[in-house]
Nanobody, 128 residues
Framework: QVQLVESGGGLVQPGGSLRLSCVAS????????IGWFRQAPGKEREGVSC????????YYADSVKGRFTISRDNAKNTVYLQMNSLKPEDTAVYYC?????????????????????WGQGTQVTVSS
């Protein structure tokens, strides 16, 4: 059974930085993707970024491109989301999720319905 645990959220001022972590366990394959999603109050859950476990290929939403960086440490089964130049509109609960296939990842990565397992989420609040 795949389990995901996020951490690293908190309160930060606009322009500040946070690093989120997602520790994954229970995988039976080394070919999967991990995505970061976020959901603000009253809004749909949206894809923020994604990384392939095997190639390290990364994908970003336009709204975070140039500010957020996704990375992985396979030895620690951990994926990170470094968030810089944070804005109030980045405020949301952030979730990591796994997709147990790399097929067509480039096209489907932002679609929450493509993911099989989810963490419990971590709150990020950007406010002065």
């Amino acid at each position: 059974q795949v389990q995901l645990v996020e951490s690293g959220g908190g309160l930060v001022q606009p322009g500040g930085s946070l690093r989120l972590s997602c520790v994954a366990s229970g995988f039976t394959s080394d070919r999967y993707a991990i995505g970061w999603f976020r959901q603000a109050p009253g809004k749909e859950r949206e894809g923020v970024s994604c990384i392939s476990s095997s190639t390290g290929t990364t994908y970003y939403a336009d709204s975070v491109k140039g500010r957020f960086t996704i990375s992985r440490d396979n030895a620690k089964n951990t994926v990170y989301l470094q968030m810089n130049s944070l804005k109030p509109e980045d405020t949301a609960v952030y979730y990591c999720a796994t997709r147990r296939s790399l097929s067509g990842l480039w096209a489907v990565w932002p679609n929450r319905n493509e993911y099989n397992d989810w963490g419990q989420g971590t709150q990020v609040t950007v406010s002065s």
